[in-house]
């Protein structure tokens, strides 16, 4: 994300500058624009002396470019003269308590600085801890259910302008929802079809799927009884400042139903700045009491243990505090809770293989921690619980460029890695490739056991028998010693060294973000230098021209 029109930088005497990084280290969709405009060599590099400025960036460790949109945008601001108020703000997902461990104090130095730069009027004053600010919007009860159903007609919207987008997703019947893990396996997997027919969709290997998740109905349910709201009302809502826009997913009129189902997050593990404006918003005190000290720098161990560590949701939460949940005021709700996020999967299927089709493999998220009730990743339950066997069932759904792309050439090599899950883009790839009659398709694919999770394993060997694909399999729970993709790279050095190094072969590399990646890198460069000779700097340097060449690629997810 990124928060301003680059029009006007050059006038601006403060900016805060808020940018996530998405990709493999790359600006999000959104500051694409942006990106390209700050970085136009003709720029003098004194465009921005009139400008403070600070960086606030949204990352996560466990990626190889840990926050480089942010770092790379603070280089480059102070380049072209700006003045840093503050070292950029490095939010990390992977830390315990989240983004809040870096910004909370991140935040308390920039507001110090910023509040010396340019002080409160003496006649306004600095709004006390304790009292909430207004709400974003106001929540106008209607005395009726409308007549007609504003809610069918928004989602299903009418002549969409062009491809379905986030705004205007297109309800893809599922077609097939399919176990592929054997039934005695811990870990569900489902291959999920849905028809495309008329959607206006279209997708290459390599792209992602977006989808948007709902809430349980007993989760819809439970909210409704503790907040005391009548899932049946309808509501519109209107924003308190003028220019406000109203979320694009809900309908106008709403029901309160459709707001938790399908816009509220629930099922999410709460930030800190959901107990401090609930601590503002409660009656009672002891729950208040509680809700300050968990809003308070000192109570951020307390707050790890109670949330974070259990994985503990908003709608318990809500249930804990029961007096304050009861006394939320409905025009805070938006304000409180975050909106569902879209979730992405990588495409698992060619529509040149599968036409007016969309596939994907999807592991359902399922775990315990201390807390009784297992925890379900909100959207891999959603889709599970979805059967087309028991009547017609609809996802929003829409499409998107991912991080992959394959060569078009005929006879390029691709060398596609991807354990578990993280194979779904290159059944797409394989597909749209031998259907191209493109040869050089060599696949490393790792699972835990050959009998319980080996996804699409008669499609592959079918392929293999008819030459058009290479296989090289790692069960990693087969023997006593784990086998990886990364122990078949390096067993297979010299064809791996030869596909890259005489014969141009593209790398690609999929799957969990936690570990693999970087085991798979080390097991790449240890293959240069074992069987291209080169020396430690070398083969990471041969790496390293690889990715900035877009031979080496890679989709991770954490
Ligand atoms: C580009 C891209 C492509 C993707 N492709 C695929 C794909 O092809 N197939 C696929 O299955 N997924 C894919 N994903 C992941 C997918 O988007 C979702 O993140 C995943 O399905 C989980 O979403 P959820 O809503 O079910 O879980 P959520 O409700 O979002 O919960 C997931 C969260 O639970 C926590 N968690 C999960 N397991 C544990 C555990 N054992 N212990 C503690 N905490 C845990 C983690 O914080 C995790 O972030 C992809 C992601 C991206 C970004
Ligand atoms: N939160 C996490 O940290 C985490 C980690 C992994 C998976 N998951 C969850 O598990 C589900 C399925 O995930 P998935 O399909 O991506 O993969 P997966 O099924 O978990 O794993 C696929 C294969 O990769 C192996 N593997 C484990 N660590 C590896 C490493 N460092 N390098 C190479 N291979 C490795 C696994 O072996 P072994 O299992 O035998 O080691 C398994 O054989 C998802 O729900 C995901 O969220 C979560
Ligand atoms: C597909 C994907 C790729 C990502 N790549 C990186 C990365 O290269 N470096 C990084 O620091 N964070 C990366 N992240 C983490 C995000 O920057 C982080 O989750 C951020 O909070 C997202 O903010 P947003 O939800 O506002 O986009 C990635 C996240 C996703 C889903």
């Given at each position: 994300?990124?928060?301003?029109?680059?029009?006007n930088?050059?006038?601006?005497?403060?900016?805060?500058?808020?940018?996530?990084?998405?990709?493999?280290?790359?600006?999000?969709d959104?500051?694409?624009?942006f990106?390209r405009?700050?970085?136009?060599?003709?720029?003098?590099?004194?465009?921005?002396?009139?400008?403070d400025?600070?960086?606030?960036?949204?990352?996560?460790?466990?990626?190889?470019?840990?926050n480089?949109?942010?770092?790379?945008l603070?280089?480059?601001?102070l380049?072209?003269?700006g003045s840093?108020?503050?070292?950029a703000?490095?939010?990390?997902?992977?830390?315990?308590?989240?983004?809040?461990?870096a910004?909370?104090?991140?935040?308390?130095?920039?507001?110090e600085?910023?509040l010396?730069?340019?002080?409160v009027?003496?006649?306004?004053g600095?709004?006390p801890?304790?009292?909430?600010?207004?709400?974003?919007?106001?929540?106008?009860?209607?005395?009726?259910?409308?007549k007609?159903?504003s809610?069918e007609q928004?989602?299903?919207?009418a002549?969409?302008?062009?491809?379905p987008?986030?705004?205007?997703?297109?309800?893809?019947?599922?077609?097939t929802?399919?176990?592929?893990?054997?039934?005695?396996?811990?870990?569900?997997?489902?291959?999920i079809e849905?028809?495309?027919?008329?959607?206006?969709?279209?997708?290459?290997?390599?792209?992602?799927?977006?989808?948007?998740?709902?809430n349980q109905?007993?989760?819809?349910?439970?909210?409704?009884?503790?907040?005391?709201?009548?899932?049946?009302?309808?509501?519109?809502?209107?924003?308190?400042?003028?220019?406000?826009?109203?979320?694009?997913?809900?309908?106008?009129?709403?029901?309160?139903?459709?707001l938790v189902?399908?816009?509220?997050?629930?099922?999410s593990v709460?930030?800190?700045?959901f107990f401090?404006?609930?601590?503002?918003?409660?009656?009672?005190?002891?729950?208040?009491?509680?809700?300050?000290?968990f809003?308070?720098?000192?109570?951020?161990e307390?707050?790890?243990?109670?949330?974070?560590?259990?994985?503990r949701?908003?709608?318990e939460?809500?249930?804990d505090?029961?007096?304050?949940?009861g006394?939320?005021?409905?025009?805070?709700?938006?304000?409180?809770?975050?909106?569902?996020?879209?979730?992405?999967?990588?495409?698992?299927?060619?529509?040149?293989?599968?036409?007016?089709?969309?596939?994907?493999?999807?592991?359902?998220?399922?775990?315990?921690?201390?807390?009784?009730?297992?925890r379900?990743?909100?959207?891999?339950?959603?889709?599970?619980s979805?059967?087309?066997?028991?009547?017609?069932?609809?996802?929003?759904?829409?499409?998107?460029?991912?991080?992959?792309t394959?060569?078009?050439?005929?006879?390029?090599?691709?060398?596609?890695?991807?354990?578990?899950?993280?194979?779904?883009?290159?059944r797409?790839?394989?597909?749209e490739?031998?259907?191209?009659g493109?040869t050089?398709?060599?696949l490393?694919?790792?699972?835990?056991?050959?009998?319980?999770d080996?996804?699409?394993?008669?499609?592959?060997?079918?392929?293999?028998?008819?030459?058009?694909?290479?296989?090289?399999?790692?069960?990693?729970?087969?023997q006593?010693?784990?086998?990886?993709?990364?122990?078949?790279l390096r067993?297979?050095?010299?064809?791996?060294?030869?596909?890259?190094d005489?014969?141009?072969a593209y790398?690609?590399?999929?799957?969990?973000?936690?570990?693999?990646?970087?085991?798979?890198?080390?097991?790449?460069?240890?293959?240069?230098?074992?069987?291209?000779?080169?020396?430690?700097?070398?083969?990471a340097n041969?790496?390293?021209?690889?990715?900035?060449?877009?031979?080496?690629?890679?989709?991770?997810?954490?």
């Amino acid at each position: 994300m990124c928060l301003f029109v680059e029009v006007n930088l050059i006038s601006e005497p403060l900016v805060i500058f808020v940018c996530a990084t998405a990709g493999q280290g790359d600006p999000p969709d959104n500051m694409k624009n942006f990106w390209r405009f700050i970085f136009r060599k003709n720029l003098p590099p004194t465009s921005l002396c009139q400008m403070d400025f600070a960086v606030l960036g949204l990352g996560d460790s466990s990626y190889a470019k840990f926050n480089f949109v942010a770092k790379k945008l603070h280089r480059r601001l102070l380049q072209l003269g700006g003045s840093a108020l503050l070292p950029a703000c490095l939010g990390d997902d992977q830390h315990e308590l989240g983004p809040d461990a870096a910004i909370d104090p991140w935040l308390h130095d920039l507001w110090e600085k910023v509040l010396g730069l340019y002080p409160v009027p003496p006649d306004l004053g600095v709004i006390p801890p304790g009292v909430p600010l207004p709400s974003k919007f106001t929540l106008r009860f209607l005395p009726e259910a409308p007549k007609m159903c504003s809610e069918e007609q928004h989602v299903a919207g009418a002549d969409p302008p062009g491809p379905p987008s986030e705004q205007q997703p297109f309800l893809a019947p599922m077609v097939t929802n399919q176990r592929v893990t054997s039934p005695s396996h811990f870990q569900d997997v489902r291959l999920i079809e849905f028809d495309i027919t008329g959607s206006g969709l279209s997708f290459a290997a390599g792209d992602v799927v977006l989808i948007r998740p709902q809430n349980q109905a007993s989760h819809v349910q439970q909210f409704c009884r503790v907040l005391g709201l009548d899932p049946d009302q309808y509501f519109t809502l209107l924003p308190r400042e003028p220019g406000v826009p109203c979320p694009t997913q809900l309908p106008q009129p709403c029901s309160v139903r459709h707001l938790v189902s399908h816009y509220l997050d629930v099922a999410s593990v709460p930030r800190r700045s959901f107990f401090e404006l609930l601590a503002c918003l409660s009656p009672h005190e002891l729950e208040r009491e509680k809700l300050l000290q968990f809003s308070a720098p000192q109570g951020q161990e307390e707050l790890y243990s109670y949330c974070n560590r259990p994985r503990r949701s908003v709608l318990e939460v809500l249930c804990d505090f029961p007096h304050t949940a009861g006394a939320v005021p409905a025009d805070y709700l938006l304000d409180l809770i975050p909106p569902i996020r879209p979730r992405a999967f990588s495409i698992a299927s060619s529509l040149l293989a599968h036409p007016s089709r969309l596939q994907i493999l999807v592991a359902v998220v399922h775990y315990r921690t201390r807390l009784k009730e297992p925890r379900r990743g909100l959207c891999s339950s959603w889709l599970a619980s979805l059967d087309p066997g028991r009547g017609p069932v609809q996802v929003p759904l829409w499409v998107r460029p991912g991080s992959l792309t394959f060569p078009e050439t005929p006879d390029t090599p691709v060398i596609m890695v991807g354990p578990g899950t993280g194979v779904a883009p290159f059944r797409a790839a394989v597909q749209e490739r031998v259907a191209r009659g493109q040869t050089g398709n060599f696949l490393f694919f790792g699972c835990r056991w050959r009998d319980q999770d080996f996804y699409w394993e008669s499609e592959w060997l079918e392929l293999e028998r008819k030459g058009c694909l290479t296989l090289f399999t790692a069960f990693s729970r087969e023997q006593e010693r784990k086998v990886y993709v990364q122990h078949r790279l390096r067993e297979l050095g010299p064809l791996v060294w030869d596909l890259l190094d005489r014969r141009g072969a593209y790398f690609y590399l999929a799957g969990n973000a936690k570990g693999m990646p970087a085991d798979v890198s080390e097991a790449l460069t240890s293959v240069f230098r074992e069987e291209g000779g080169l020396s430690g700097p070398d083969a990471a340097n041969y790496l390293a021209r690889l990715q900035r060449t877009m031979r080496f690629q890679s989709e991770t997810w954490a």
